[in-house]
């Protein structure tokens, strides 16, 4: 099921966008069979389980981690992170930075924007990543990718349009405000039951988990 899942996936997703195979909860099984296809980039939201994973499977998997950060948990997440997509408060952001400078490892970040999903109340305003990308000379040991977002949790499909029209419109504002930011250009919004309608709406890349490995166990 999971070969067919991603085959599927891969010929529906455009090829700049990258695919990013959500694995949190599920067993190192999984995700070796998505592996065996082919599949490289897995992202996973908790620290212990993602240090587990990444310690244990092939060395050439590239780690996303999407979930909230705590400062205490970053010697979990941070030697294995390709990219730590759920940067979401200043505080966050200084503490890898200092975990950066003192491990001489430059850490690719994305900010996580607060627009849709009212269920969860990470991420930051839109005013308050126009703060921080004001700042970035301050965080020598982070590189800015770009922005990480979610929907809103409904089946109002023009909801979710507003909230991925908001995302993408701040994230060219991001980009046009910081030239001087040369590799910031990620955009990682779309999840399994959104990820279409994220193509829209210029994504870099899609975080899908359920309809690759089906429902998670908790
Ligand atoms: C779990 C999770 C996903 C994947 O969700 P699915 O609906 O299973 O595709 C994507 N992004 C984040 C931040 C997540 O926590």
């Known amino acids: 099921m999971i070969a067919y ?45 993602f240090a587990s994973k990444a310690v244990q ?10 979930g909230h950060l705590q400062t205490n948990k970053l010697k979990l997440v941070l030697p294995y992170a390709s990219l730590v997509e759920s940067i979401d408060t200043l505080h966050l952001l200084e503490a890898v930075n200092a975990w950066g400078e003192k491990n001489s490892k430059t850490i690719s970040v994305l900010l996580e924007v607060h627009i849709g999903a009212e269920e969860t109340k990470q991420g930051f305003t839109p005013s308050e990543i126009a703060a921080v990308l004001m700042m970035t000379g301050d965080f020598p040991f982070v ?15 023009e909801a979710i349009r507003g909230d991925f029209a908001r995302i993408k419109a701040l994230y060219d504002e991001c980009r046009a405000a910081h030239p001087e930011l040369a590799d910031f250009d990620q955009l990682s919004i779309g999840m399994s039951d959104d990820w279409r309608i994220a193509l829209d709406y210029g994504c870099t890349e899609v975080r899908i988990g359920t309809a690759i490995f089906g429902n998670r166990e908790y």
Do not use: C
Request: glycine fraction near 8%.
């Open 5 to 49: 899942n991603l085959e599927k996936l891969r010929k529906e997703l455009p090829s700049g966008v990258k695919l990013v195979a959500v694995s949190k909860f599920h067993p190192f099984e999984a995700i070796l069979e998505a592996y065996g296809e082919g599949q490289r980039a897995f992202g996973e939201n908790r620290p212990q389980e």
């Open 57 to 66: 499977l092939p060395f050439d998997i590239e780690w996303h981690f999407i």
């Open 143 to 157: 590189r800015f990718r770009g922005l990480m977002g979610m929907a809103s949790h409904t089946d109002d499909e």
